[in-house]
């Protein structure tokens, strides 16, 4: 299957610093990438939509001013959570969304946990 | 209406044994059901998926079972192995657009020996 690489699995950064997370599309163009927050033992929620060459489209809520998503390329999204405070700490996943002729799949990102002190 | 309802929250299933998990849906425009395997730590990895216009799709020891008048579907693990423990996640979207995931809320799956 297609894969997607995530980086870093992990950062510990203290409050008030901003955090660049990076999802790349390693064998396939990803015109759409998603960006996700999961907290322990819960559910993924959808944080925005990011569209290679256009702005993100934010879900209700999520604060675009500190959660910047550029996806300045078909194949790399980032996601930048600018000054983080420890609320901001959670489990953050991207995807990519695949197209194999009239089929579309979704490929995840291995996660990268973000602890801020 | 972008609801997608799963259960049970967790379970624990002995080795060779199936294990079943459901899910409900409510928005008639979905027309694409995932679903997602996630161990600790990882991202979900794509198990499995079906469209409405079947029934029942199978691949190795996982089957889906899909009812679309009831809007309900479900994964069957046959002869489920200790590896399998991880948690599991279905979803739907509806194609077309961004193909935005709506995500069940996860069953964590034990597989004893």
């Known amino acids: 299957g297609a894969v997607v690489s995530q980086h870093p699995s992990w950062v510990i950064c203290k409050s008030g610093t901003s955090v660049k997370i990076e999802c790349r599309s390693l064998?396939?163009?990803?015109?759409?990438m998603f960006w996700y927050r999961q907290f322990p033992k819960q559910s993924l929620m959808l944080m925005a939509t990011?569209?290679?060459?256009?702005?993100?489209?934010?879900e209700q809520g999520v604060e675009k001013d500190k959660f910047l998503i550029n996806h300045a390329s078909l194949t790399l999204s980032t996601l930048t959570v600018t000054s983080a405070h420890p609320e901001d700490s959670s489990f953050y996943i991207c995807?990519?969304?695949?197209?194999?002729?009239?089929?579309?799949?979704?490929?995840f990102g291995s996660g990268t946990q973000l602890s801020v002190l | 209406q972008q609801q997608v309802k799963q259960s049970p929250q967790s379970l624990i299933v002995q080795k060779g044994g199936i294990s079943i998990i459901n899910c409900a849906y409510e928005n008639t425009a979905f027309d694409y059901f995932p679903w997602y395997q996630q161990f600790p730590g990882k991202g979900p990895a794509l198990l499995i998926a079906?469209?409405?216009?079947?029934s029942e799709k199978k691949e190795g020891r996982f089957t889906i079972s899909f009812n679309k008048s009831a809007k309900q579907f479900s994964l069957h693990i046959m002869d489920s192995q200790p590896g399998d423990s991880a948690t599991y996640f279905c979803a739907a979207s509806s194609t077309g657009g961004y193909q935005k995931v709506t995500f069940g809320t996860g069953t964590k799956l034990q597989v004893i020996p």
């Open positions: 995807s990519a969304r695949y197209r194999d002729g009239p089929n579309e799949k979704l490929f």
């Open positions: 990011s569209n290679e060459g256009s702005k993100a489209t934010y």
């Open positions: 079906i469209r409405p216009d079947v």
């Open positions: 064998d396939f163009q990803a015109t759409t």
